[in-house]
T-cell receptor, first 113, second 114 residues
Framework: EPEVTQTPSHQVTQMGQEVILRCVPI?????FYWYRQILGQKVEFLVSFYNNEISEKSEIFDDQFSVERPDGSNFTLKIRSTKLEDSAMYFC???????????FGSGTRLTVV | AQSVTQLGSHVSVSEGALVLLRCNYSSSVPPYLFWYVQYPNQGLQLLLK??????LVKGINGFEAEFKKSETSFHLTKPSAHMSDAAEYFC????????????FGSGTRLLVRP
């Protein structure tokens, strides 16, 4: 069964550093997402991406965040100047047309120290 | 705007007992609804989804959920709990806009007693 692949599975970074979280969505999917889950809390929407541009972003997704699809397969989330409160599990997801066919990756656990 | 409410942050059942996890949604249009399970330190696994076909949806691991429009509910059930069912369960609704983003409930932690 096709999978969404996320790397790395764990990342530790110092406060103020930039991190890039990587995702390889399912190849024939057209819509891509990043979600965040702070430890012990619910999963929160960050951003959706379609046709090489952001289609929607949440209030969490401020200027320190950016997304990119640099080639035909990768989808990245960049966090500039990380803060302690950015520590969370970050999930990538992709879907085909319609709202039904969501697939999540296994997540990247980001720890900012 | 869509929203999801999960009643009970923790539910404890005995092994072999009925599992009932509650989810109520708010949506101005017929929604797509999902249940995900998350085991400790792992990702989100889809249990089942409702996409306007049959109102009783069967999922993996013996779980099922019934969409009740009149009650705006999508409760998750399993006839007989197993120790391996202990996990966090999230109900989610798909926003019926161009992004189809998922809006998650706050989750219910299921504890299974031997």
């Amino acid at each position: 069964e096709p999978e969404v692949t996320q790397t790395p599975s764990h990342q530790v970074t110092q406060m103020g550093q930039e991190v890039i979280l990587r995702c390889v969505p399912i190849s024939n999917h057209l819509y891509f997402y990043w979600y965040r889950q702070i430890l012990g809390q619910k999963v929160e929407f960050l951003v959706s991406f379609y046709n090489n541009e952001i289609s929607e972003k949440s209030e969490i997704f401020d200027d320190q965040f950016s997304v990119e699809r640099p080639d035909g397969s990768n989808f990245t989330l960049k966090i500039r100047s990380t803060k302690l409160e950015d520590s969370a599990m970050y999930f990538c997801a992709s879907r085909s047309t319609g709202g039904q066919g969501y697939t999540f990756g296994s997540g990247t656990r980001l720890t900012v120290v | 705007a869509q929203s999801v409410t999960q009643l009970g942050s923790h539910v404890s059942v005995s092994e072999g007992a009925l599992v009932l996890l509650r989810c109520n949604y708010s949506s101005s249009v017929p929604p797509y609804l999902f249940w995900y399970v998350q085991y400790p330190n792992q990702g989100l696994q889809l249990l089942l989804k409702y996409t306007s076909a049959a109102t009783l949806v069967k999922g993996i691991n013996g779980f099922e959920a019934e969409f009740k429009k009149s009650e705006t509910s999508f409760h998750l059930t399993k006839p007989s709990a197993h120790m391996s069912d202990a996990a966090e369960y999230f109900c989610a609704v798909s926003a019926m806009d161009s992004s189809y983003k998922l809006i998650f409930g706050s989750g219910t932690r299921l504890l299974v007693r031997p």
